[in-house]
């Protein structure tokens, strides 16, 4: 199966801050990554496919980049709504494997 | 409205079955892979099983934590998934999301999962 790490896995935060994620595949993965939010209590909430690719209504200060193995989520100028965990997942090979997580809160 | 609803989750003795259900609305069934999600309380997200649909003969995939035990399968005539969970153990005490996977015409179709449902949860406890 391949591993997805993430880091950090918690970090904190203030309104305004660009925050990086950052998500590693042990072994190639092409750019068959997902990023996804959660709120507590709630489902995810699917951010980003394809590794850069938006989401209709997500807002534009999410992004994400990267390719083969090593992939990052920034978000710029964080606001209020963006503080929750989020995840990558990889769909490339079965297993499908999500990463553990990165918990985003207020400093 | 795209929608998944879960149903069926419940408290069952280690050991015991459930069968969870979901109903899909909103868009063409039949065209999407389907899979079950979980997550253990506190903790992060675990993918469970798909079903593929009817270009890849409903064929099935299998986390290695339940495999042997689960079931997945689905009914396109009733827009519905369901997952039969068997022999289960404490370990799988967790909410279980339906989640919408590539839409799939023929060939493959790597895919995030793009909608969820709210979730049902399982409690496996004595």
């Known amino acids: 199966d391949i591993q997805m790490t993430q880091s950090p896995s918690a970090l904190s935060a203030c309104v305004g801050d660009t925050v990086i994620i950052t998500c590693r595949a042990s072994?190639?993965?092409?750019?068959?990554l997902a990023w996804y939010q959660q709120k507590p209590g709630k489902a995810p909430n699917l951010l980003i496919s394809?590794?850069?690719n938006l989401e209709s209504g997500v807002p534009s200060r999410f992004r994400g980049s990267g390719s083969g193995t090593e992939f990052t989520l920034t978000i710029s100028s964080l606001q209020p709504d963006d503080f929750a965990t989020y995840y990558c997942q990889q769909y490339s090979i079965y297993s499908l494997t999500f990463g553990p997580g990165t918990k985003v809160d207020v400093k | 409205e795209v929608q998944l609803v879960e149903s069926g989750g419940g408290l069952v003795h280690p050991g015991g079955s459930l069968r969870l259900s979901c109903a899909a609305s909103?868009?063409?069934?039949?065209?999407?892979?389907m899979d079950w999600v979980r997550q253990a309380p506190g903790k992060g997200l675990e993918w469970v099983a798909r079903?593929?649909?009817?270009?890849?003969?409903?064929?099935?995939e299998y986390a290695a934590s339940v495999k042997g035990r689960f079931t997945i399968s689905r009914d396109d005539s009733k827009k519905s998934l369901y997952l039969q969970m068997n022999s289960l153990k404490t370990e799988d005490t967790a909410m279980y999301y339906c989640?919408?996977?590539?839409?799939?015409?023929?060939?493959?179709?790597?895919?995030?999962?793009?909608?969820w449902g709210q979730g049902t949860m399982v409690i496996a406890s004595s």
């Open positions: 072994q190639s993965i092409s750019n068959e």
């Open positions: 909103g868009f063409t069934f039949s065209d999407y892979y």
């Open positions: 394809e590794a850069s």
């Open positions: 079903t593929r649909n009817k270009p890849h003969s409903y064929t099935t």
């Open positions: 989640v919408r996977g590539a839409y799939c015409s023929g060939g493959r179709c790597p895919g995030p999962f793009d909608i």
